[in-house]
């Protein structure tokens, strides 16, 4: 009967994606053809085609799955009924493990999300907000101070994720360092630089 999905849809649409992930982090999106991503899948291009009509729709459904899991972890995380430095800590674990559980090389892909018409840019970047939002909540719960200052708690906000982000590019979970020591690490990195700053002493005061 049409209109009727097979049992293992998620599983080929799964396949597809995984062997796109590392073909685009390897060779580029504009240099991946979906000739090879068919090949990567022993599959037809008219297969791959049932999925996804365009080699965007992949790339979008990529970054949209992971841009998903990563906003209701964090922000289940910075909902919970923690104290500000227990919400922080809660933040950065769920950060660290959703990014070791996603070894696909995705600092990669997002610099092919210029590839993706606009529309689907702006829907990514809009649930990429919704994280920064919820670690900006828990910063103000830290350090009162800077509430009032929008500069100051959104440039702390984008540095203090990006210190947690840029793990994604160089932690090797198998590595020396465990997860959790990891996130200890940057817990007090971040901990100790927001609390430091005071708007009325140099060198965050507006000149």
Request: net charge neutral; charged share 20%.
């Amino acid at each position: 009967m049409s209109g009727i999905r097979s049992k293992d849809h998620g599983a080929k649409r799964r396949l597809i994606l995984e062997s796109a992930a590392n073909l685009f982090a390897a060779r580029g999106f504009t240099a991946t053809s979906v000739a090879q991503i068919s090949a990567a899948c022993n599959a037809s291009k008219a297969w791959i085609y049932h999925y996804f009509p365009a080699k965007e729709d992949i790339l979008f459904a990529l970054l949209k799955e992971f841009v998903d899991e990563v906003r209701n972890g964090l922000i289940y995380a910075a909902q919970q009924n923690l104290p500000p430095e227990e919400s922080l800590k809660l933040f950065i674990e769920m950060a660290l493990n959703i990014y070791a559980q996603y070894r696909i090389n995705y600092p990669v892909l997002f610099n092919e999300m210029v590839f993706l018409p606009l529309e689907q840019q702006e829907q990514i970047k809009a649930i990429e907000n919704e994280p920064v939002d919820a670690l900006e909540s828990i910063l103000i719960r830290l350090n009162p101070a800077i509430a009032s200052r929008n500069d100051l708690k959104r440039s702390l906000t984008y540095i203090a994720f990006g210190t947690i982000n840029a793990t994604s590019n160089w932690y090797n979970p198998e590595g020396n360092i465990r997860i959790d020591r990891l996130a200890n690490m940057i817990h007090a990195t971040v901990l100790a630089g927001v609390m430091i700053v005071s708007p009325e002493k140099h060198p965050w005061k507006a000149s």
